[in-house]
Protein backbone atom coordinates (compact mmCIF):
# COMPACT_ATOMS: atom_id res chain seq x y z
CA UNK A 1 0.00 0.00 0.00
CA UNK A 2 0.87 3.62 -0.20
CA UNK A 3 1.79 4.09 -3.28
CA UNK A 4 2.79 7.16 -4.91
CA UNK A 5 2.86 7.31 -8.97
CA UNK A 6 4.58 9.97 -10.97
CA UNK A 7 4.61 10.50 -14.18
CA UNK A 8 6.44 11.03 -16.88
CA UNK A 9 9.71 9.88 -15.93
CA UNK A 10 11.96 11.36 -18.11
CA UNK A 11 11.27 14.88 -20.33
CA UNK A 12 13.51 16.20 -22.77
CA UNK A 13 11.62 19.57 -24.62
CA UNK A 14 12.87 22.58 -26.04
CA UNK A 15 13.65 25.67 -24.27
CA UNK A 16 10.11 27.49 -24.09
CA UNK A 17 8.16 24.79 -23.68
CA UNK A 18 5.74 24.28 -20.73
CA UNK A 19 5.89 20.69 -18.91
CA UNK A 20 3.58 19.39 -16.93
CA UNK A 21 4.47 16.83 -14.20
CA UNK A 22 1.55 14.33 -11.97
CA UNK A 23 1.82 12.86 -8.64
CA UNK A 24 -1.06 10.64 -7.79
CA UNK A 25 -1.70 9.02 -4.68
CA UNK A 26 -2.69 5.81 -5.65
CA UNK A 27 -4.16 3.96 -2.75
CA UNK A 28 -4.72 6.49 -0.16
CA UNK A 29 -5.85 10.31 -0.16
CA UNK A 30 -3.27 13.17 0.53
CA UNK A 31 -4.56 16.39 1.51
CA UNK A 32 -0.97 17.81 1.48
CA UNK A 33 1.53 16.83 -1.30
CA UNK A 34 5.08 17.84 -1.73
CA UNK A 35 7.47 18.94 -4.43
CA UNK A 36 10.97 19.01 -4.38
CA UNK A 37 13.69 19.58 -6.95
CA UNK A 38 17.19 17.56 -6.91
CA UNK A 39 20.27 18.84 -8.75
CA UNK A 40 23.38 16.67 -9.61
CA UNK A 41 25.20 15.20 -6.35
CA UNK A 42 22.96 17.39 -3.90
CA UNK A 43 20.06 16.96 -1.75
CA UNK A 44 16.67 17.35 -2.42
CA UNK A 45 15.18 20.54 -1.63
CA UNK A 46 11.38 21.81 -0.66
CA UNK A 47 10.06 23.65 -3.25
CA UNK A 48 6.44 24.08 -2.49
CA UNK A 49 3.71 22.51 -0.50
CA UNK A 50 0.30 21.69 -2.15
CA UNK A 51 -2.78 21.76 -0.27
CA UNK A 52 -5.56 20.04 -1.75
CA UNK A 53 -8.33 22.99 -2.97
CA UNK A 54 -6.07 25.91 -1.81
CA UNK A 55 -3.31 27.78 -3.30
CA UNK A 56 0.06 25.93 -2.60
CA UNK A 57 3.42 27.19 -0.17
CA UNK A 58 6.36 28.28 -2.25
CA UNK A 59 9.77 28.52 -0.28
CA UNK A 60 11.83 31.39 -0.82
CA UNK A 61 13.27 31.87 -3.96
CA UNK A 62 11.00 29.48 -5.60
CA UNK A 63 9.17 31.39 -8.17
CA UNK A 64 4.71 30.54 -8.07
CA UNK A 65 4.62 31.64 -11.90
CA UNK A 66 7.10 29.54 -13.16
CA UNK A 67 6.38 26.99 -10.92
CA UNK A 68 2.26 26.71 -11.11
CA UNK A 69 0.72 23.79 -8.64
CA UNK A 70 -2.66 22.75 -8.46
CA UNK A 71 -4.34 20.09 -6.04
CA UNK A 72 -7.57 19.54 -7.24
CA UNK A 73 -8.65 16.46 -5.87
CA UNK A 74 -7.25 14.08 -3.00
CA UNK A 75 -5.19 11.89 -4.63
CA UNK A 76 -3.76 14.55 -7.70
CA UNK A 77 -1.11 17.50 -7.34
CA UNK A 78 0.28 18.80 -10.52
CA UNK A 79 3.78 20.74 -10.87
CA UNK A 80 3.82 22.81 -14.01
CA UNK A 81 7.07 24.61 -15.40
CA UNK A 82 5.85 26.88 -17.44
CA UNK A 83 8.19 28.80 -20.47
CA UNK A 84 10.86 26.26 -19.17
CA UNK A 85 14.82 27.49 -19.56
CA UNK A 86 17.87 24.97 -19.47
CA UNK A 87 18.45 26.10 -16.21
CA UNK A 88 15.06 24.84 -14.80
CA UNK A 89 16.65 21.33 -15.82
CA UNK A 90 17.06 19.05 -12.69
CA UNK A 91 15.09 15.81 -10.51
CA UNK A 92 11.94 17.09 -9.68
CA UNK A 93 10.32 14.96 -7.11
CA UNK A 94 6.73 14.58 -5.34
CA UNK A 95 5.60 13.41 -1.64
CA UNK A 96 2.38 12.30 -0.21
CA UNK A 97 1.22 11.52 3.46
CA UNK A 98 -1.88 9.98 4.50
CA UNK A 99 -4.45 11.89 5.79
CA UNK A 100 -4.71 9.97 9.29
CA UNK A 101 -2.25 9.27 12.18
CA UNK A 102 1.10 9.60 12.40
CA UNK A 103 2.31 7.98 8.99
CA UNK A 104 5.21 8.14 6.85
CA UNK A 105 5.67 10.41 3.25
CA UNK A 106 5.87 8.63 0.24
CA UNK A 107 7.59 9.31 -2.95
CA UNK A 108 7.32 8.91 -6.21
CA UNK A 109 10.03 7.50 -8.56
CA UNK A 110 10.73 11.34 -9.78
CA UNK A 111 11.32 13.48 -13.45
CA UNK A 112 14.37 14.09 -14.87
CA UNK A 113 13.86 17.59 -16.67
CA UNK A 114 16.02 18.37 -19.56
CA UNK A 115 15.61 21.77 -21.37
CA UNK A 116 18.03 22.12 -24.46
CA UNK B 1 14.28 26.19 10.25
CA UNK B 2 15.16 22.62 11.45
CA UNK B 3 19.09 21.54 10.65
CA UNK B 4 19.96 18.26 9.53
CA UNK B 5 23.87 17.18 9.72
CA UNK B 6 24.55 13.60 8.42
CA UNK B 7 28.09 11.66 8.93
CA UNK B 8 29.65 10.57 7.54
CA UNK B 9 29.24 12.87 3.84
CA UNK B 10 31.41 9.62 2.22
CA UNK B 11 32.17 6.21 2.62
CA UNK B 12 33.91 3.32 0.94
CA UNK B 13 33.64 -0.24 2.29
CA UNK B 14 34.81 -3.74 1.28
CA UNK B 15 31.99 -5.83 0.71
CA UNK B 16 30.80 -7.95 3.81
CA UNK B 17 32.10 -4.83 6.13
CA UNK B 18 29.35 -3.03 8.55
CA UNK B 19 29.20 0.27 9.11
CA UNK B 20 27.00 3.45 10.88
CA UNK B 21 25.26 6.32 9.69
CA UNK B 22 24.53 9.47 11.57
CA UNK B 23 21.95 11.65 11.53
CA UNK B 24 21.55 14.94 14.00
CA UNK B 25 18.77 16.94 13.98
CA UNK B 26 18.49 20.35 16.11
CA UNK B 27 14.80 20.08 17.37
CA UNK B 28 12.86 17.97 17.95
CA UNK B 29 10.58 15.97 15.24
CA UNK B 30 7.78 13.50 15.07
CA UNK B 31 8.85 11.89 11.92
CA UNK B 32 12.10 10.69 10.95
CA UNK B 33 12.63 8.83 8.08
CA UNK B 34 15.64 7.06 6.33
CA UNK B 35 15.99 6.48 2.84
CA UNK B 36 18.41 5.21 0.11
CA UNK B 37 18.70 6.49 -3.36
CA UNK B 38 19.16 4.31 -6.52
CA UNK B 39 21.58 5.60 -8.78
CA UNK B 40 18.23 5.88 -11.24
CA UNK B 41 16.80 8.61 -8.54
CA UNK B 42 14.24 6.31 -6.84
CA UNK B 43 14.19 6.89 -2.81
CA UNK B 44 13.43 3.71 -1.63
CA UNK B 45 12.43 4.33 2.29
CA UNK B 46 14.54 2.22 4.32
CA UNK B 47 12.61 3.13 7.68
CA UNK B 48 9.77 5.46 9.15
CA UNK B 49 11.76 5.68 12.95
CA UNK B 50 10.74 8.79 14.69
CA UNK B 51 11.89 7.13 18.29
CA UNK B 52 13.05 3.54 19.27
CA UNK B 53 14.98 0.88 17.16
CA UNK B 54 13.83 -1.04 14.28
CA UNK B 55 15.49 -4.34 12.51
CA UNK B 56 15.02 -5.05 8.26
CA UNK B 57 16.98 -7.67 7.36
CA UNK B 58 20.74 -6.38 7.35
CA UNK B 59 19.61 -3.32 7.73
CA UNK B 60 18.44 -1.42 11.22
CA UNK B 61 18.14 1.97 13.16
CA UNK B 62 17.78 3.70 16.10
CA UNK B 63 16.40 6.98 16.83
CA UNK B 64 17.38 8.58 20.28
CA UNK B 65 14.58 11.64 20.02
CA UNK B 66 15.53 13.21 23.52
CA UNK B 67 19.53 13.40 22.13
CA UNK B 68 18.08 14.26 18.77
CA UNK B 69 20.09 11.63 16.99
CA UNK B 70 19.07 8.41 14.58
CA UNK B 71 21.89 5.94 13.27
CA UNK B 72 21.57 3.39 10.31
CA UNK B 73 23.13 0.25 10.72
CA UNK B 74 24.70 -1.82 7.40
CA UNK B 75 26.14 -5.13 8.21
CA UNK B 76 27.77 -7.51 5.63
CA UNK B 77 27.50 -4.46 3.16
CA UNK B 78 26.62 -5.73 -0.28
CA UNK B 79 27.59 -3.94 -3.95
CA UNK B 80 23.81 -3.59 -4.16
CA UNK B 81 23.66 -1.33 -1.02
CA UNK B 82 25.73 1.32 -3.26
CA UNK B 83 23.85 5.01 -3.30
CA UNK B 84 23.19 7.95 -1.04
CA UNK B 85 21.46 7.17 2.27
CA UNK B 86 19.16 10.34 3.41
CA UNK B 87 17.74 11.02 6.89
CA UNK B 88 14.99 13.07 6.17
CA UNK B 89 13.08 14.74 9.55
CA UNK B 90 9.76 16.62 10.02
CA UNK B 91 8.03 18.52 12.86
CA UNK B 92 4.86 16.96 12.51
CA UNK B 93 3.11 14.82 10.07
CA UNK B 94 1.79 17.78 7.95
CA UNK B 95 5.19 19.84 7.91
CA UNK B 96 7.85 18.41 4.90
CA UNK B 97 10.35 16.35 5.29
CA UNK B 98 13.55 18.43 5.63
CA UNK B 99 16.20 15.99 3.98
CA UNK B 100 20.30 16.10 5.09
CA UNK B 101 23.02 16.27 2.43
CA UNK B 102 23.02 12.77 2.49
CA UNK B 103 26.33 9.60 2.53
CA UNK B 104 27.83 8.58 -0.38
CA UNK B 105 28.41 5.27 -0.02
CA UNK B 106 30.64 2.52 -2.12
CA UNK B 107 30.71 -1.02 -1.57
CA UNK B 108 33.46 -2.31 -3.64
CA UNK B 109 33.79 -6.22 -4.08
Known amino acids: GAVVSQHPSWVICKSGTSVKIECRSL??????MFWYRQFPKQSLMLMAT?????????EQGVEKDKFLINHASLTLSTLTVTSAHPEDSSFYIC????????????FGDGTRLSIL | GIQVEQSPPDLILQEGANSTLRCNFSDSVNNLQWFHQNPWGQLINLFYIPSGTKQNGRLSATTVATERYSLLYISSSQTTDSGVYFCAVAFSGNTPLVFGKGTRLSVIA
Open chain 1, 27 to 32: DFQATT
Open chain 1, 95 to 106: SARQRVGNQPQH
Open chain 1, 50 to 58: SNEGSKATY
